[in-house]
């Protein structure tokens, strides 16, 4: 049999090559391409975990927030699910909706009280606490907002300080007002946060904030220009606490109050609308806090300017309580509600007060308190109807002895306690005197009536640099808070030299000044005694915090080494020298002086100039040279403010 020049065997082992190294090929491309088949599938990344951000605890009521949902994968990817999520709010066990959440995530505070919002997908939520609370509804000269610090959040106080210079320039400064609960030391070594510079020839008087977009505005008595702070305080925000915007308000005028004059008077932030409510000596104004547009509101008839006035956001129409003297030719005094729906005004001239110069307003109960610019009178209100609110006259509220006779500051704390159980809180102090009031306002009545109202009022304690705390002469230096940290009511006050904040626990007060149900009532009240009203230990109702006016904070401000032999050095104590402004800090002297100097000794990495936001080491040790008490003192010398800063240094010889 004839045979071709081909290898049958040969050709289809070939063709078998072929087919096997297509099909290897096909299985590549399919696998490449994700086709089906069993075990064909790439590893898809899981839903691990749900973020809701922002995390700040504290929402305002009224006031909106939207919430972010972020997800985590498996494969540590991260996306963005706040459209996909299913959000929800939950009180429980409470029936009532402290806070409400739409479907975007948008979260609204509606009562006083805590709950729980959660962003779902599947089986992953996630969860974030929410609790409401009323800080900031009135003029004051201080904000106060919740900011992240490392991996907390605190209450942060945004003072002005406009009675000394740092390096050529007024500043605002950040404090932080929780800074007692994350130390083991009082009084406190550092609160301040940071130290933010106005512009050149801007005074700052007054700050209001806005927890929503995390920005503060500053005015000033004497300028028509608001300033606004970034407050994110966000370590990657390159302009956190810094002065981002000015804006300039159409106004020329001046009006004046008790001494102080003022182009811009007061400023609250409504929550409604996230917009700058300004008093101003040509009436009220808002202002949007990105755009800087100001719009005139058109009030009817005139609304007269006021040093200081409160906001209700969650009427059925919204209103200012404006209580205003001096203003208006026909009438001494007056108390003005302003409604923010038709611009209508209503006046009260019949308060019995010749000049009511602030309010405080429950915003839970509808009643109000009005207290006079240089008496100790108040008229109480009841505004369940605000264009017709009716009032009683409370004459002759009990003063401390040997203190001004009047209590014309003034500013309403409500606890975060959900109902009846719900402390209402009246707190009062007077311009340059150091006399605090205290009064348990009920929470329900139909009429708030004096007999119901239990009073107790007493003397602050000294500062801890040992001086006498004494207010200074604006009325507007006062404030309530809830605290993030412990959810807390705090009244809190600044000194006449702005340096300390002093940081009352009301809780405290009531409890070691025995003031509850069956305690004297007003206007005659029961004097609280210092054991009460005392400050320096823990479970004090009273903390102060420094702020003073510097760019610089030390980490210590006093060292006692105890008691080493004589010629025996102790180890280094170390001091951290920090520069919290944004501006350089030259450092040009740092020394140990006093009486027994050559017992310390210090050494120190510090350079000059000192970065902003940076901070150095100073290392302190002691070698008695005789037996005994020896003491001394190192002092930094800087242009930061308030310079010497100084921290004192004891031990005793052995």
Request: charged residues 10%; contains cysteine; glycine residues 8%.
């Amino acid at each position: 049999m004839q045979t071709s020049g081909k290898d049958p065997v040969n050709s289809r082992s070939r063709r078998l090559g072929e087919i096997l190294v297509f099909a290897a090929v096909a299985a590549a491309t399919c696998l490449l391409e994700s086709c089906g088949g069993a075990g064909m599938h790439p590893p898809v990344a899981s839903l691990q975990a749900i973020q809701i951000s922002p995390s700040t605890s504290l929402i305002l009521l009224a006031g909106s927030r939207q919430l972010l949902a972020i997800g985590t994968y498996s494969d540590g990817t991260q996306q963005d699910l706040t459209s996909q999520v299913t959000w929800k709010a939950s009180s429980s066990p409470s029936t009532t909706n402290y806070v409400s959440v739409n479907g975007t995530g948008v979260a609204t505070g509606m009562s006083l009280g805590t709950s729980v919002v959660t962003a779902s997908l599947g089986p992953v939520v996630g969860l974030l606490q929410l609790t409401v609370n009323t800080n900031g509804y009135s003029s004051g000269t201080t904000a106060i907002l919740s900011v992240p610090l490392k991996t907390t959040e605190v209450d942060a106080a945004y003072l002005p300080q406009p009675q000394s210079l740092i390096q050529g320039a007024y500043a605002v400064q950040e404090v932080n007002l929780d800074a007692d609960q994350f130390s083991s030391v009082l009084p406190v070594p550092v609160a301040l946060l940071a130290s933010i510079p106005m512009p050149a020839g801007f005074v700052p008087n007054a700050t209001a904030s806005s927890q929503a977009s995390m920005k503060v505005a500053v005015i000033s008595y004497n300028s028509p220009n608001v300033q606004i702070i970034d407050a994110s305080n966000d370590p990657t925000d390159l302009t956190s606490n810094t002065v981002v915007a000015t804006f300039t308000a159409p106004v020329t005028k001046r009006a004046t109050f008790g001494g102080i004059t003022c182009v811009i008077c007061a400023a609250v932030v409504n929550p409604l609308s996230d917009q700058l409510v300004l008093s101003t000596a040509q009436g009220y104004y808002t202002m949007d806090l990105n755009a800087g547009t100001f719009t005139a509101l058109p009030f009817t008839p005139t609304a007269f300017p006021a040093q200081n006035f409160s906001i209700n956001p969650v009427g059925a129409d919204p209103y200012i309580l404006s209580p205003t003297y001096g203003q208006d030719p026909k009438v001494p005094g007056e108390l003005q509600v302003l409604n923010l729906t038709t611009n209508a005004v209503s006046t009260n001239t019949s308060l019995g007060l010749s000049a009511p110069n602030a309010a405080a307003l429950d915003l839970f109960t509808n009643y109000s308190a009005v207290v006079d610019a240089s008496i100790n009178d108040q008229a109480l209100v009841n505004l369940a109807d605000p264009q017709h609110p009716v009032s009683s006259l409370v004459s002759n509220v009990g003063v401390c002895a040997g203190q001004p006779v009047r209590l014309n500051m003034v500013a309403m704390g409500v606890s975060v306690s959900s109902g009846t159980n719900a402390a209402h809180t009246l707190f009062s102090s007077q311009t340059s005197g150091n006399c605090v009031g205290f009064q348990v306002w009920p929470t329900s009545a139909s009429q708030l009536d004096a007999a119901q109202i239990l009073y107790g009022y007493g003397s602050m304690p000294d500062t801890p640099d040992g001086k006498p705390f004494v207010n200074g002469n604006d009325p507007n230096a006062i404030a309530t808070f809830t605290s993030v940290v412990d959810k807390k009511n705090y009244g809190m006050l600044v000194d006449a030299n702005q340096n300390w904040i002093a940081k009352i626990n009301f809780a405290t007060v009531f409890n070691l000044g025995n003031i509850s149900t069956g305690s004297p009532t007003l206007p005659v009240g029961q004097q609280i005694g210092a054991t009460a009203l005392n400050a320096g230990v823990g479970g004090d109702s009273i903390v102060f915090l420094p702020s003073p006016s510097s760019l610089v904070t030390l980490s210590a401000t006093s060292i006692n080494f105890g008691n080493p032999n004589v010629g025996t050095p102790t180890p280094p104590v170390p001091v951290t020298l920090a520069n919290i402004g944004a501006s350089n800090l030259t450092i040009s002297k740092i020394a140990i002086q006093g009486a027994n100097a050559g017992d310390f000794s210090e050494t120190d990495n510090c350079v000059s100039p000192l970065l902003p936001q940076t901070s150095c080491a100073i290392s302190v040790t002691f070698t008695p040279g005789a037996i005994g008490p020896r003491a001394a003192v190192l002092s930094i010398t800087d242009d930061g403010g308030s310079s010497p800063q100084t921290v004192s240094l004891s031990g005793t010889g052995t």
